[in-house]
């Protein structure tokens, strides 16, 4: 992230970058750059509605018009606005290099402005995020239940496991399984019980009058606690901690990882070492906030093709030539549709968009969907539901704990 970006969060901020799209298209498909021609489809919003206005280039012309004064924010605008789950593919392909993402942020957080955001399925959990702490409207004080009794909450820890609202509420078993690997690693590690949301679904609908404070309190939460890394097993954290906290907070006084990076330096520093897993065949879904949000960070085109290759690393280690890779993958990967407010406001439309996924990942032969985001995760399980798949979704870090010697 170059200097400028990391503190632009308003419409008015991007409009060079709105005037430089030149209406080329090439961000409603995937891997637009290959000269053999690329995927039919890369942008879900634009497949499902089958009008350009879905795409990201007509949203930027959108933005451009919102700046002119020539459309005004009404609630016809909602649709076109919200139903996008900020997958970042038309970031990706887009050969100018514009950040879409980060204007379709700006013009909904513009929407809110004018009323017309969030949506009203979008508006419980941005009120449950402001009571609760959390979107799912749980209760604060019960979001470290899933601790076994095994680990004792130490004030202060060199490692901080920020464990999320989905791992704490929905996917404990995922948090268990992270919290476990960590120990098991010998990483002096804690959680800390006054963990708040990290904001990812507010920033992700517009919706920024809580981000300083929440983004504040966490920073000193861990700052306090002695924090060299915090360590996240949810992309959409990772990413929110990553790309967005700095806007808000400035330079944080402590390094960020996901946990898939956390393992794959001790793998490779040699204080990990994992057995093969037998019977098991997997392919893998990037989420979109592991990948390429955070890859839109990396500038340098080897270092960006290496990102994408720490979670296969560890697939490989695991499963060797049982690791089979989907079509639309790395940078081009099918998003599950569940971000940008997405699942909450659109059930149907994520749903059709996870089955694609499901589809694209049976046809591998694989026996098993692996991701690191108990977000996309959830989405992709009830999508194998639905579809009635014979596919089992698994965290990598589940993965890893089976086989971590
Ligand atoms: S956003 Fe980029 S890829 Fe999309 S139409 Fe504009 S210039 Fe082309
Ligand atoms: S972020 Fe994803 S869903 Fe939204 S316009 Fe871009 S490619 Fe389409």
Request: glycine letters at 6%; charged letters at 30%.
């Amino acid at each position: 992230m170059t200097e400028s970006e990391k503190s632009k969060t308003e419409l008015k901020d991007f409009e060079l970058e709105i005037a430089r799209c030149i209406h080329c298209k090439a961000c409603t498909i995937a891997d637009a750059a290959n000269p053999k021609g690329g995927f039919e489809v890369g942008c879900p919003s634009w497949s499902a509605m089958e009008w350009e206005a879905y795409s990201g280039g007509a949203k930027l012309w959108l933005a451009r018009a919102i700046l002119d004064g020539n459309y005004k924010l009404d609630t016809d605008a909602g649709d076109l606005l919200f139903r996008c789950s900020t997958c970042g593919q038309c970031e990706e392909q887009c050969e100018n290099e514009l950040p879409t993402v980060d204007i379709i942020e700006a013009m909904r957080a513009e929407a809110v402005k004018a009323g017309v955001g969030p949506l009203d399925k979008q508006i419980g959990y941005s009120k449950a995020t402001e009571i609760k702490r959390n979107p799912y409207n749980e209760e604060h004080a019960s979001r470290t239940a899933w601790v076994p009794k095994e680990f004792k909450l130490k004030d202060k820890a060199e490692v901080i496991y920020f464990v999320g609202c989905t791992a704490s509420y929905r996917l404990q078993e995922l948090a268990v399984s992270t919290m476990r690997v960590m120990d098991k690693l010998g990483a002096d590690v804690t959680v800390k019980e006054d963990e708040w949301c990290c904001c990812s679904p507010l920033i992700r609908v517009g919706k920024l009058d809580l981000v300083k404070d929440y983004v504040k309190h966490n920073v000193e939460l861990f700052q306090n606690a002695g924090a060299k890394v915090v360590v996240s097993s949810c992309a959409g954290c990772f990413r929110t901690m990553k790309r967005d906290w700095p806007k808000y907070y400035g330079l944080l006084p402590f390094e960020v990882k996901h946990s898939v990076n956390y393992i794959a330096e001790l793998l490779e520093s040699g204080k990990a070492k994992l057995n093969p897993l037998k019977g098991i065949k997997a392919t893998y879904h990037d989420p979109c906030h592991y990948g390429r949000h955070v890859a839109h960070l990396i500038k340098d085109r080897k270092e960006k093709a290496e990102w994408f290759e720490v979670p296969r690393k560890i697939l490989r280690i695991l499963l060797g030539d049982n690791f089979v890779e989907m079509p639309r993958t790395k940078e081009n990967a099918w998003c599950c549709g569940a971000g940008g407010g997405a699942r909450a406001q659109f059930p149907d439309w994520t749903l059709d968009t996870s089955i694609e996924r499901i589809k694209e990942a049976e046809e591998t032969g694989a026996t098993h969907l692996v991701s690191a985001c108990p977000f996309c995760e959830t989405s992709l399980q009830l999508a194998i539901e639905k579809s009635e798949s014979k596919l089992k979704m698994v965290d990598l870090i589940q993965f890893v704990e089976d086989a971590l010697e």
